[in-house]
């Protein structure tokens, strides 16, 4: 979409509080469309990710904000909400090797099908979401095949669907690694200081340095010569 | 599945409190699944559809009843969450015209969404949903091919379908006119009475008689030669 005097056309943006949503809003802002975030709070360990996404809507400036408390610890077994160890500094290759213990069953499926409720709602026909193929090949719900199903069952599922309205996925982080992803957020003026990536931060929310999700961002940041800046954050509190 | 020594396997089932849920899910039974039911609680206007599908579940002997709170109406604008009026006294024509104002926004997604991270984590294959393509005909994720494109994108989802499970979408309801879904729970032993439909009860929970969905389950039950059950149920009360 250029930027013309059109009207600019409102997109649903899945937000997490980490650099992968951040940026993806960010490109969706920048590609004209008016962002209406919607956050979920699915019983994360870890507050400090869900005032992240709060300070990340606010920086870029979203129209509306909203927040689905969902309850996935109805199904558990993840580390993300359950009592399972997150794995430590394990190389790149060990990362995307098999199903990592930090899948949710079903997530993006599940925050998918609330952003199509809102889409609906708002007379939308974009959601956007930071999903990537690259980082995270172990996560089914992350694959371009995916995507194109439940934007197939999107189509069907909808009034928007049966009335004509074409609704449209958007994964404009899928095929890109780590380090793209953030030059292209650097351009869009993303702050990174502002996200929050970590799967196991300590008590007061720093993120450990160690895990998968710190390691990735890490190792990027030192590719382009930068010092993360969540961590320079976090020195700082 | 034929009801033999073999190990009953585990199917998830979608159980509302209504006619067509119950039914199906006892149809499940007898093709020797063990049930696993879900049930949401997601701002219905009215308890007593949440007291149904308690009932129904015990009557039905499930192996197990979990329930998720969902906040549908953080997305509002359908007469089953919101102040909106539900038509009354409307003949099966205009019944069937358009999408109704009960049309909850991608509903049946997010239920079905649920039920996939509930099988993933069962490590069931299979999931019951009630849905009718035949009374229902306006609900868009009511349909064959809406079901259809949702399974697709399940067995690209989870892990399961990675690992070559495929997960299957059981619709035993989909092409059967309200009277042969009763005429089968009947001949399974179903207690309709114990089942509740209607959009509009008053404040004690009776029945309307009067919305769509109660006239179609009083007039099937009239073309079988009965009285709804459950309007005898509550007559008594």
Known sequence: MAMTDEPRQPAVVLLSGGLDSATAAAIARAEGFDLHALSFDYGQRHRVELDAAKAIAEHL????????????????????????????DRDEADMTRGIPVTY??????????YALAYAEVLGASDI?????????SGY????????????RMANLATKAGVEGRRMTIHTPLIDL??????????????????????YDPDEAGRPCGRCDSCLLRTHAF?????????LTAWSLK
């Not at 689905?68 to 160890?85: C, E, K, M, P, V």
């Not at 949710?104 to 099908?113: D, H």
């Not at 089914?140 to 934007?151: L, N, Q, T, V, W």
């Not at 690694?177 to 970590?198: F, N, W």
């Open 104 to 113: 949710v069953p079903a997530r993006n499926t599940i925050f998918l099908s």
């Open 177 to 198: 690694p780590k380090v793209d992803i953030i030059r292209r957020g650097l351009e869009l003026g993303v702050d990174y200081a502002l996200t929050h990536s970590c």
């Open 61 to 88: 400036g979203v129209v509306e904000h909203r927040w689905a408390q969902i309850d996935l610890r109805t199904f558990g077994r993840s580390a993300l909400t359950d009592q399972i160890a997150v794995p430590k």
């Open 128 to 136: 956007v979401i930071g999903v990537n193929a690259v980082d995270y």
């Open 222 to 230: 030192e590719q382009l010569g930068m010092t993360d800046p969540a």
């Open 140 to 151: 089914p719900d992350c694959r371009g095949e995916y995507i194109e199903a439940f934007e």
